[in-house]
């Protein structure tokens, strides 16, 4: 995955510079899994866009405008009445996590200041959005609900004690000493899965840069890659990023910074810029494939029901194509009945 932690700890640098002390403005809802924060901040308007989607969750700034729906879903409704008017005070990243927080000082039904946490969970289909109570530690609400049946660690419904997702039993890479490396990686004969097993906010694309990168399988080249790779990092953060996509294997991807093994290489003015460039038309035309098989499914089962009905209709019709026939029957049997009861009355 391209938007790993590594490529968040550069997106938070961009969102800080544009949201900590701005006020949020509005707050629309356009699909099921996104939101669009309207930021105002220095007498600038911005929109954050932040999704969970399945396949395209992340957290970026946006100059796309999607229709937005006439009657808000229940979610936006409850993040305009607690978040509109309110201050970003921070924005940060839980450390080597794909997961961003927004530090939020609203008012309360009184006038008070009251403090929520926005908790940005990019993790695939198990990505969400969650508003927290700061002061209690509990949830408000979240965009996708997740009972204790679903979940026996944690339980994402309002009221609920908000708990981290559970983490990886994983090593800091930058506090990692050279020693440590060496003795994890000797004789490793697969590193680039190794490097994902063992290092926190590692994804297969950093780590296959890295076996890349030493060019030979040994212990000592490897380990040079890995801490000359780490180094670079920190120069590609936010503004300094180099935000490029580029082809690999025949899969486009993209990244923050520089990598030595791609080609189609294409850069961006900015971290958003890119997302917006690399998403925008695959989740529209996922959109518009996913509402294709909306309609197909719901055709389908149409016409399963009215097949059914048909057949019932069918058979109906076989039953009563003898109706007036019965029916005389009866009326002789009727009539037939009435004059022996008479008789048998005399």
Request: charged residues 30%; aromatic residues 10%.
């Amino acid at each position: 995955m391209a938007f790993d932690a590594m490529f968040l700890k550069s997106m938070t640098e961009e969102i800080k510079e544009g949201a900590e002390s701005g006020r949020i403005m509005k707050i629309h809802q356009p699909f099921p899994h996104e939101l669009i924060l309207f930021i105002r901040k220095n007498r600038e308007n911005k929109r954050l866009l932040i999704s969970a989607h399945p396949s395209y969750a992340r957290v970026q700034w946006t100059t796309d405008v999607p229709e937005n729906p006439a009657n808000p879903p229940m979610f936006c409704m409850l993040l305009r009445k607690h978040l509109e008017g309110a201050i970003i005070e921070e924005v940060r990243q839980e450390p080597n996590e794909r997961i961003l927080v927004l530090g939020i000082r609203g008012k309360d039904d009184i006038g008070e200041n009251r403090f929520l946490d926005l908790y940005i969970e990019i993790m695939g289909r198990h990505s969400n959005l969650t508003l927290v109570d700061r002061a209690k530690g509990t949830i408000i609400d979240c965009i996708k609900h997740i009972s204790p049946a679903q979940n026996s660690y944690r339980t994402l419904l309002p009221g609920a004690t908000y708990i981290l997702p559970p983490k990886a039993d994983k090593q800091d890479p930058f506090s990692i000493s050279a020693s440590d490396f060496e003795r994890l990686f000797l004789d490793e004969e697969n590193p680039a899965k190794r490097l994902v097993k063992e290092f926190a906010g590692f994804s297969p694309l950093l780590a296959a840069e890295i076996v890349g990168r030493a060019n030979e399988t040994d212990t000592s080249s490897l380990q040079n890659a890995f801490f000359d790779c780490l180094h670079e990092i920190p120069s590609f953060l936010g503004e300094k990023a180099v935000p490029h996509t580029f082809t690999r294997a025949d899969k486009e991807d993209y990244y923050f910074m520089p990598l030595i093994f791609r080609d189609n290489f294409k850069t961006y003015s900015s971290l958003s810029e890119l997302l917006d460039a690399f998403y925008i038309g695959k989740a529209r035309r996922d959109r518009v494939h996913q509402m294709g098989h909306d309609l197909e499914r719901q055709l389908a089962t149409e016409r399963t029901r009215n097949v059914l009905k048909i057949e019932k209709l069918e058979h109906t019709l076989l039953e009563t194509e003898k109706a007036d026939e019965f029916r005389t029957k009866g009326e002789l049997l009727t009539a037939i009945y009435i004059k022996w009861k008479k008789a048998w009355k005399v």
